[in-house]
């Protein structure tokens, strides 16, 4: 519908990965860290010009003993958490916030791994928790998050998965697919991460990224219904790896 007239827009996006292992004769430690920021304008907003389209701070650590030749038995520990704030559109309503929320899950089970690149990682015990740092509750609706109207902390044991794959099919390419499901044993919660990067010249790459992601867990808490969520994004910029 170009016929109709159209309006500027404007996105910028800025991320940071890092990672820092240690292995030694039985013994794997393996952590990440994972930072990434989106800003664009808004169309149709009239309070504001700006809002966020992307935010995350995650930090992932797995410490595994290695029993057999491709079987460890392991601990696994994620924090991720929000550092903006994000609007409803035309509304004094957020979305998210700074802290708000953080989850965290801890879980002790079976990593397998059968090929380089590929680990899976079962964990029949698992601890979850999703906290909501709010000082107006009446801003942010926490039963989006899992967390009942009034509290600020969901608490729960259950059991999850995560398979996590890396494959370079060659030296300009790089592949990533994260997987993970936990389950209350009432409700499950699963997402999919695939992330594609593209090296373009010494100093210039493209990023492609699906995520499509389900949360029924809220459906205790509030009387919304759970749906798929999708998170695209296709990019070409600038990047440097350090060494």
Do not use: C
């Not at 990965?17 to 030694?24: D, V």
């Not at 169309?43 to 010009?49: C, F, V």
């Not at 700074?98 to 879980?107: D, I, K, M, N």
């Not at 494959?167 to 697919?177: D, F, H, N, Q």
């Amino acid at each position: 519908n170009w016929y109709q007239g159209a309006a500027n827009a404007f996105a910028m996006l800025a991320s940071a990965k890092g990672k820092l292992n240690y292995k030694k004769d039985n013994i794997s430690w393996e952590n990440v860290g994972e930072w990434r920021a989106g800003i664009s304008t808004v169309s149709g907003d009239s309070l504001r010009i700006l809002n966020t389209t992307d935010d995350l701070f995650r930090l992932n650590s797995k410490f595994g003993y290695q029993l057999h030749k491709h079987w460890y038995v392991s601990t696994n520990v994620e924090l991720r958490t929000n550092l903006m704030n994000n609007w409803r559109k035309n509304t004094y309503e957020l979305a998210s916030a700074l802290l708000t929320p953080v989850r965290f899950t801890w879980g002790v089970g079976i990593d397998y791994k059968p090929i380089k690149g590929l680990s899976i990682n079962i964990a029949p015990a698992t601890y979850k928790l999703v906290y909501a740092n709010i000082s107006d509750p009446e801003r942010v609706d926490v039963t989006e998050f899992g967390v009942e109207a009034g509290e600020d902390i969901l608490s729960e044991l259950g059991s999850s998965l995560r398979l996590q794959w890396k494959w370079k099919p060659l030296r300009e390419i790089a592949l990533e697919t994260k997987f993970y499901f936990f389950t209350n044993y009432r409700q499950i919660e699963t997402e999919l991460e695939i992330n594609a990067d593209f090296i373009i010249n010494k100093y210039l790459s493209a990023k492609l990224m699906l995520h499509p992601r389900y949360d029924g867990t809220i459906e205790g808490v509030s009387d919304k219904k759970a749906k798929v969520q999708f998170k695209e994004l296709i990019s070409v910029g600038f990047a440097h790896t350090f060494r």
